[in-house]
């Protein structure tokens, strides 16, 4: 192959590379007593993210909030379902009470991810919500999540996820809803938009849990 074949070639796998990479899409956070205004795709989406670790509920948080992410997988028509392209909205967390509510483009989601801040193996929690309709607030329940963990070296080697005993979503509409009046716009009514199990899959860890390995 000539050295230009060879340019093209390294080209080409550069540009497959760079088109096979999610797309971030942008989440806007909003702030208690905050009311946002909602662009023509948009929608607020919000509820709130309980971690129970080792018996113990981790509300009110520290430095170990919850983190986690959406995806958006599209299907591209000329391609058929092989081929998706896919739209994330990463580092997405919680206030120290555990709500989130985030302005974001209006679509279907799935939860890629949910753990506490620093803490691996990432969980699969197998959850996704459709939010198709824009201008609307979507509660998507309150995401109740129960695991078993240890620290390592006082949390030097990390806080590691040994064990995931329960995850579910729990309706409190009424509550949840009631803490945001002046927050939701009049504009964008209130709908359950309740996060549901992914078929054919069940929440767990992304990775097994094995033990750091000290050499004496």
């Given at each position: 192959m000539k050295p230009s074949?060879?340019?093209l070639t390294f080209a080409l796998l550069i540009v497959s590379g760079?088109?096979?990479l999610p797309e971030t899409l942008n989440a806007r956070s909003v702030e208690p007593g905050e009311t946002p205004t909602l662009k023509q795709d948009e929608i607020l989406i919000f509820g709130r993210i309980l971690f129970t670790e080792s018996g113990k509920s981790k509300v009110p948080y520290g430095l170990g909030?919850?983190?986690w992410q959406l995806a958006n997988p599209e299907a591209d028509p000329a391609l058929g379902e092989q081929s998706k392209k896919?739209?994330?909205l990463p580092f997405l967390s919680t206030r120290k009470d555990g709500v989130f509510a985030?302005?974001?483009p209006a679509g279907r989601y799935e939860m890629t991810h949910v753990e506490p801040l620093g803490y691996l193996p990432h969980i699969d929690p197998?959850?996704?919500f459709d939010a198709n309709e824009p201008g609307l607030a979507y509660y998507l329940g309150d995401l109740e999540v129960d695991i078993d963990a240890s620290i390592w070296l006082g949390g030097l080697w990390g806080n590691y996820i040994t064990r995931l005993?329960?995850?579910d979503v729990s309706d409190r509409f009424d509550e949840i809803s009631a803490q945001f009046e002046g927050t939701i716009p009049g504009s964008a009514p209130s709908r359950k938009g309740l996060l549901s199990r992914i078929h054919g899959r069940v929440p767990h860890l992304k990775e097994q849990f094995i033990p750091p390995?000290?050499?004496r």
């Open positions: 074949g060879l340019l760079c088109a096979s909030k919850p983190i896919r739209k994330i985030y302005v974001i197998a959850l996704e005993n329960h995850l390995v000290i050499h």
